[in-house]
């Protein structure tokens, strides 16, 4: 007898953020095509020393936890509401691109929230991943025989919350 294996579909996951860290209400990032949710690492101390057992570095836990920048790409896409100049503190459904370069060159610490896809029949998203962070790098990649993208990185501070909610941010 074969075990029936479950997977989740990615698709429809979404990238919201907040200009006013993650109490603030959370517009999504539209044309998202590929992100890395934070990985969490406990730290660690070296302690080798010169004659170490066989020439292997050693180590003992400890320190601080230290947590993966959030890799994002997606597609440019070409709609005014997209491009247009608002600001952070703008009325606008969506984050769009001047609002991420506002976000890098301000210093602005933003909330971010990761809502995965594919979750069940009931409900089409399910929050995973929240909490506080920085736009460390965002740019654009414009090929001569392919479509227009953008990358950004978030950087995180503090301690994110991981787990599954429904009622997050609302």
Avoid at 9 to 16: K, P
Avoid at 117 to 140: E, I, K, Q
Wanted: negative net charge; contains cysteine.
């Amino acid at each position: 007898m074969s075990v029936l294996l479950e997977a989740r579909n990615g698709f429809g996951t979404i990238l919201s953020l907040t200009s006013v860290g993650s109490s603030g209400t959370f517009k999504p990032i539209i044309g998202i095509t590929s992100m890395n949710p934070p990985k969490k690492s406990a730290g660690v101390i070296d302690i080798t020393y010169h004659n170490a057992p066989g020439g292997y570095d050693q180590a003992i836990s400890g320190g601080i936890f230290k947590q993966s920048a959030i890799a994002i790409t997606g597609i440019m896409i070409t709609c005014s509401s997209y491009f247009s100049y608002a600001t952070a503190s703008s009325t606008e459904e969506s984050i769009t691109m001047p609002m991420l370069k506002e976000f890098l060159e301000d210093g602005t610490r933003i909330g971010w929230k990761i809502e995965m896809g594919g979750v069940s029949a009931s409900s089409s998203t399910l929050t995973m991943f929240l909490g506080d962070g920085y736009v460390t790098d965002f740019g654009y990649d414009i090929p001569f025989n392919d479509k227009d993208t953008f990358s950004m990185t978030i950087t995180p501070t503090g301690k994110p919350i991981y787990g599954a909610s429904s009622t997050w941010g609302e």
